[in-house]
């Protein structure tokens, strides 16, 4: 008895005081926490793909989404609950008319950002890729007023898209602290233009042909930011206003001869944004970066060009929509396919911590589980630093390792 009792005071007491003979078994490592190796005033986020993975009464409620989500970022933005299928029509009475938008999905995602102290970015106010149907099924040109009406209404879907506009961003006043104002109005062929105009008898909806850019003019970007800035004003909302692309954040440093034949996306868009800056009445803040990058690509000195190039503008940067795609055509990632997306990650989080005008990183998502890759890339994915069983990859780890390291 005697001797039971002391082998099990030797069994609590010996690796308390950490002189265990034998050698302990190595602790668990402790889960990265990413937002805690952000330096102060750098954002970390990730896109929230849906509503009901983060509502718990919901059934597609996901508890470990939650923590891994709570517990790496510190900001979040919508994949899609802000984008232009909320809205949902017109409705005119004895007062005029008025946009009718359904906010229930794009509020829980607000909601979800206040309740947990999270910053929330809007995505997306203009976008040529999320048109209504109910709207650009009714539109026509009218030969009288020499523009593009809402047939129903008679009225030009440049007031239309003006007031939804002020609508979304009055509605969503305090809560969010930067929108993307207008996403991807430049082409990504040269000479970098305008996407092809739209035409309701050719143009399906995954098609690249801008209705905006046909119904209100070339102009519509700078419109757009005359409109946004007026509503910040208005409402004394305080947002940051951007315009986001893909492709755009390489530049190479040698400046090109004017603003008529960039030779670069990135050019074409910095030109865009200065264009803005130079509107009598609008306001720009920054650009957002998107880099759907493929596993690989690493960011150096093209980017750091880049940035300069938007610091002589007084503009900011954002990385807006990180991932970095793997080829996997059914099979799973290889290691090396791994270490070359970990570079990636790397290279981008230092990218982002060493330039003083980039606002921060948002991945667009962070789970592969929900990842919107596979279903738009086809024989790609495996692009976010969680797998699918929302366990960490490499990507993660080079991550943190570039975090500690600066
Ligand atoms: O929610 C409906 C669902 O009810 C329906 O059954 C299903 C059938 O197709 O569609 C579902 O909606 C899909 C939605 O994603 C949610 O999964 C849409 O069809 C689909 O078009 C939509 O794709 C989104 C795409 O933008 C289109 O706007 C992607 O998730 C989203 O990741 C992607 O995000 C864009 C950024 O906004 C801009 N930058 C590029 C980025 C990647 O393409």
């Not at 300069?308 to 290691?335: C, F, H, N, S, W």
């Not at 997306?341 to 989080?349: E, F, I, L, P």
């Amino acid at each position: 008895m005697r001797l039971r009792f002391t082998a099990l005071l030797a069994v609590l007491l010996v690796p308390a005081l950490g002189w265990a003979a034998a050698p302990a078994k190595p602790l668990a490592k402790a889960p990265v926490a990413l937002k805690t190796l952000f330096p102060q005033g750098k954002l970390i986020g990730a896109a929230v793909g849906n509503d009901a993975i983060i509502t718990p009464s919901n059934a597609h409620y996901d508890a470990a989404y939650n923590r891994t989500l709570l517990q790496n970022f510190n900001t979040i933005v919508a994949e899609n609950a802000f984008k232009g299928w909320i809205w949902k029509g017109r409705a005119c009475g004895e007062r005029g008319c008025h946009n009718v938008i359904d906010f229930s999905h794009a509020d829980r995602i607000a909601a979800f950002a206040r309740a947990n102290h999270l910053r929330l970015r809007g995505h997306v106010l203009v976008y040529y890729h999320v048109v209504p149907a109910w709207l650009s099924q009714q539109t026509k040109y009218d030969a009288k007023q020499r523009t593009w009406v809402y047939a129903p209404t008679h009225e030009p879907i440049r007031v239309l898209l003006r007031d939804y506009v002020r609508d979304v961003m009055t509605h969503f006043k305090g809560q969010v602290f930067e929108w993307d104002v207008v996403n991807e109005a430049v082409s990504d062929k040269a000479p970098f233009g305008p996407w092809p105009a739209w035409n309701p008898e050719t143009c399906s909806a995954t098609q690249h042909c801008d209705f905006w850019e046909t119904t209100i003019g070339p102009s519509y970007p700078e419109r757009a930011f005359v409109w946004a800035n007026a509503v910040d004003q208005q409402t004394g909302a305080g947002a940051q206003l951007f315009y986001n692309d893909y492709n755009n954040d390489a530049y190479n440093g040698i400046d090109d001869p004017g603003f008529s034949h960039p030779l670069t996306k990135a050019e074409a868009v910095s030109d865009l944004a200065y264009k803005i800056q130079h509107t009598p009445g609008a306001h720009i803040d920054g650009v957002g970066l998107q880099a759907h990058l493929k596993a690989g690509t690493i960011w150096g000195k093209r980017q750091r060009n880049l940035a300069r190039r938007y610091q002589k503008l007084g503009l900011d940067l954002m990385v807006t929509e990180l991932d970095a795609r793997i080829p996997l055509y059914g099979k799973r990632p290889t290691r090396r396919q791994l270490r070359q997306q970990a570079r990636t990650y790397a290279s981008v989080t230092r990218f982002v911590l060493g330039t003083p005008n980039v606002q921060g990183m948002l991945l667009w998502g962070f789970t592969d589980r929900y990842s919107w890759i596979p279903r738009w890339q086809h024989g790609w994915g495996a692009g976010l630093p969680f797998n699918a069983q929302e366990q960490p990859k490499p990507a993660l780890f080079a991550m943190e390792k570039a975090l500690r390291a600066h």
